[in-house]
C-alpha cells in the first residue's frame, strides 16, 4: 500500500468579514463562526492510497468540511450530541471525554453527522463484499454504458494463499514458492489460470465492435475485474464497516481497502477513531457464559465454558490466551 497521496486546488480562504447579522433579509440571518473556519482535507480535491495492483481509494469530500481552527470533523459529533443534554451542556465540557462516553454507551446517532465520500478502484469480487454494506449510497461504474477497462486483479506468487484448515472461508498460510517446488508450480498454475482468464478481453473488445451489446459482452468477464464506485457513508456505519472488514477474518484484498480507508480517516476525526479503537475494534466482547467462566478461574477453577460447542469452546481458549491465561 501506497502513501497519500493529494490532487490539490488552491485552498479558497473562507472569508466571514461580510456575514452580519440579520442583514440578509427575507426573515433568513447569518451568523459568523467565533473561530475562523478551516477546510478538513487542507485544501486537497482528493486524498488517495493506492491498492493491490490497479486499485485506490481516495476521499473526495467529507461533511463538515469546514471546521473551527484547531478542531476536527470530532466537532460535529460533539455538537450534535450537545443537543441531547440541554441544560446539561456545562457538566460535559470536554469533546474528547464527551465523545468516549458516546462510543462506550452506543449512544451512536451523534456519529452519523459526519459524511464520508470516497472514490473507490477495487476488484468486482471486492465490490460484492463491500456492497453488502447496505447503508452506504453507491454510484457505480456502469458497464452496459461504457467499455470495462483493462484492469484485472493478479497477486504476486508469494501473495497465493492456500486454504485455511480452521476457517473454511479463509485463506490464510501462503505458498512456500521460495522454499518448495510443489508449491512453487502450484502457485504459478494459479497465476497462468488468471492470466487465461484475462486473455478472455480482447473476446470480450471484439465482440462489441462486432455489435454485441456491452450489457452482455461484460458477463463473461471474470469477477478479477476492477469496478469502480463513489460510496457516500457516515461515520458511524463506516466504522461498522471497518470493523468487520479490517478484522482478521474479512479476506485480505477488502482489508488492504479498509485499512487504507481508515488512514485516510483518522485525522478527520481522531477522538472518534482512537475511541473506536479502544471499544470496539481493540475491544473483546465476553458472553454470559464466558463471564461465569471467568468467574470460575477467579475463584481457582480452570476457567471451562459450559457450552457443548466445541468451537465455541475452543474460541474462548483462544480468547483466554489473548487475555494472557494459559489456553484449555
Ligand atoms: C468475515 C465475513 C464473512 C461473511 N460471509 C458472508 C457469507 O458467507 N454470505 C453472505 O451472504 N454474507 C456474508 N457476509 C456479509 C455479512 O453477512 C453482512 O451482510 C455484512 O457484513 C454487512 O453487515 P451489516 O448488515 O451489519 O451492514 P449494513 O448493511 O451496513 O447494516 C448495518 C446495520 O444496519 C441495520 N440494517 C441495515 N439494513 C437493514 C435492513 N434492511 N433491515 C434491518 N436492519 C438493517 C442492521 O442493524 C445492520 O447490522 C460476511 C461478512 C464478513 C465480515
Known sequence: MQDVTRATEAPKPVSTAEIKPDRVGGGMTRTAPETPLVDIMGGSSRMQINVLDHGFIA??????????????????????????????????????????????????TPFEMVELKFHVCMPIFVARQWIRHRTANVNEYSARYSILPDRFYTPNLDQVRKQSKSNRQGGEELFRVHDDAQELKTAQEFVQYLDDVEGFYKRYLALTEQGVSREMARIGLPVNMYTEWYWKCDLHNTLRFLSLRIDSHAQAEIRAFAEAMLKLIEPLAPATIEAWRDYDVGAEHLSRLEIEALRDLASGGRGELASDNSRERAEWSEKLARFGFPSL
Open 59 to 108: 476521499l473526495v469530500d467529507c461533511m463538515p468540511r469546514l471546521v473551527p481552527q484547531g478542531q476536527s470533523a470530532d466537532s460535529a459529533i460533539v455538537q450534535a450530541a450537545r443537543v441531547s443534554y440541554g441544560q446539561g451542556t456545562k457538566k460535559v465540557n470536554e469533546d474528547r471525554g464527551l465523545i468516549r462516553y458516546l462510543l462506550r454507551h452506543r449512544h451512536t
